[in-house]
C-alpha cells in the first residue's frame, strides 16, 4: 500500500502558516505517534490560541522550534488542535486530501467485495474529524471538527474527482458539533440526494429512506 505520507506525491512547503509552539517536554507523546494536541500542552506566551481562527492550518513546533506536523486549530476547544501530516512537504491541501482518499479507497477495495462500506474514518485514515459512508454510488458524510469543516470545499472536490458519486450529503448534526461551536446542518454537496438508498450487509440487501 501507498504510504499516506509519500512525501513522492505531495507538493512542496509552503512558509505560509503560522506557528503553533508547545511547551517544553509536550512533544514527546506527539512523536510516539499521538495526533491530538491538548489546549494546556500549548505555550501561549509564544502563541496564544486567542491569535488563532478556529480550523487555521498551523504549522506546529516543539518549545526548540523543531517542526513536528502540520495541524488545524480550534481555539475554542479542549482539543486545540490536531495532526494532518507530518513531513514538511506534506502541506494540508486538495492533493493530500485526494492521496489520502485514495488509499482509504485502496484499504476498502481490497477488504469489500461491493461498494458499501465506512470509507473514510476519522485520525485511522489520516483525516480527523472526518468520516465517509459509501453506500453504492451515494455517499454520507459527517464533519465532526472545524478544521475539516474549512477544507470542506477541497473535500468535495477530491472526492467528486475520485469516486463521482451521485450525491454527496453532509449529515452534519452529532453532538460533536457542539464542542467545535459549529452549527448543525444537513446539506448536499454533490448531486441530489435519492428518495431511498440501498444497503448492503453481506448477503442483506434492503431499502431505507
Known sequence: MISPDDPLLM?????????????????RRLRAGHLWVFSNE???????????????????TSDREQ?????????????????LARGP????DQSLLAHRLKVALSLRERLYR???????????????GLVLDR???VLVGQIATAGMEALRADLEAAIG?????RALVWKNDGGSRDLEQLPKQILTGIGRMPDELTLAEGDLKYTVP
Open 11 to 27: 507538493p512542496s512547503a509552503s512558509s505560509a502558516q503560522s506557528e503553533l509552539r508547545l511547551r517544553r517536554g509536550e512533544d
Open 42 to 60: 500549548i505555550d501561549t506566551a509564544a502563541t496564544p490560541l486567542s491569535g488563532f481562527q478556529s480550523g487555521e492550518l498551523v504549522r506546529l
Open 67 to 83: 517542526f513536528l506536523g502540520y495541524a488545524y486549530v480550534n481555539p475554542h476547544a479542549l482539543i486545540c488542535a490536531r495532526i
Open 89 to 92: 512537504a506534506l502541506v494540508p
Open 114 to 128: 461491493e461498494p458499501y462500506y465506512r470509507l473514510v474514518f476519522g485520525e485511522s485514515d489520516g483525516l480527523p
Open 135 to 137: 453506500y453504492g454510488d
Open 161 to 165: 474527482k475520485l469516486l463521482a458519486p
